[in-house]
């Protein structure tokens, strides 16, 4: 069982920058691939970016590529998201999710992949 608390978003402005922090229980937190996904008023939710539990495995939107950038302290069982040129279009509650996923599979860009999930923190970016 894990749980998942996130935190550091908030309100800014365009071309700001915030980092999000996804805080997990468990002691086996360094085994789990690591998700962000968002999801805005009105819209389906959407990949942002994954992790592998051993932080070799990135992959990311095209929407933030370039833009924000995952990272993980599995001494801290934290996973980040720094988001950087922050957009109108990035607005959203933001959602971490953790799984195991096999050794052929490090990372999913899926969300029915994942099993746990946290309560959301939102962002929103003003113009």
């Known amino acids: 069982q894990v749980q998942l608390v996130e935190s550091g978003g908030g309100l800014v402005q365009a071309g700001d920058s915030l980092r999000l922090s996804c805080a997990a229980s468990?002691?086996?937190?360094?085994?789990?691939?690591m998700g962000w996904f968002r999801q805005a008023p009105g819209l389906e939710r959407e990949f942002v970016a994954v992790i592998s539990w051993n932080g070799d495995i990135t992959v990311y939107a095209d929407s933030v590529k370039g833009r924000f950038t995952i990272s993980r302290d599995n001494a801290k069982n934290t996973v980040y998201l720094q988001m950087n040129s922050l957009k109108p279009e990035d607005t959203a509650v933001y959602y971490c999710?953790?799984?195991?996923?096999?050794?052929?599979?490090?990372?999913?860009?899926?969300?029915?992949?994942?099993?746990?999930w946290g309560q959301g923190t939102q962002v929103t970016v003003s113009s």
């Open positions: 468990g002691r086996t937190f360094s085994s789990y691939g």
């Open positions: 999710a953790a799984d195991r996923f096999s050794a052929l599979k490090l990372v999913s860009r899926s969300g029915r992949d994942y099993t746990y």
